[in-house]
C-alpha cells in the first residue's frame, strides 16, 4: 500500500498563496488517482480536487473552483495543490489520497491511502 506524506502546509493572510505537496513512497504510484481533502475544525472531511493517473485530467470542489490548481509528476511520485486567493474558509488539514477510483469527490470511502495531513491556516 503507498505510504504518503505531505508537506508545505503554514500560515498565510488571506489573499494569499500556499503549495502544498505530497510523496509517494513505492513503485506503483501511477496507478493510482490522486487527490486533495480538507477538514476544518468541528467540520465533515471536504474533497477538494482530484487528478487523473496521467494528470491531464481534473476535478475541483465547488469551494475552490477557480483558485486552485492540482498536478502530479508521476516521475517524482509527486502530487502538489497550489492555492491562490487563499480565503480564512480555506482553513483547515488538508489530506493527501491515493485511490483506484476517480469519483472520490461523491465515493471516499474508496480511499485507500490517507497521508497524515498538514495543517494550513489563513488569516484575515
Known sequence: QVQLVESGGGEVQAGGSLRLSCTASGSS????YMSWFRQAPGKEREFVAVISRSGDTAHYGDSVQGRVTI???????????????????DTGVYYCAASYDYGVAVRPSK????????QVTVSS
Not at 29 to 32: E, I, K, L, P, V
Not at 76 to 86: F, I, P, S
Not at 111 to 118: D, E, F, I, L, M
Open 29 to 32: 504510484f501511477s496507478t493510482y
Open 111 to 118: 480511499v485507500v491511502s490517507w497521508g497524515q495531513g498538514t
Open 71 to 89: 498536478s502530479r509528476d508521476n516521475t517524482k511520485n509527486t502530487v502538489n495543490l497550489q492555492m491562490n486567493t487563499l480565503k480564512p474558509e
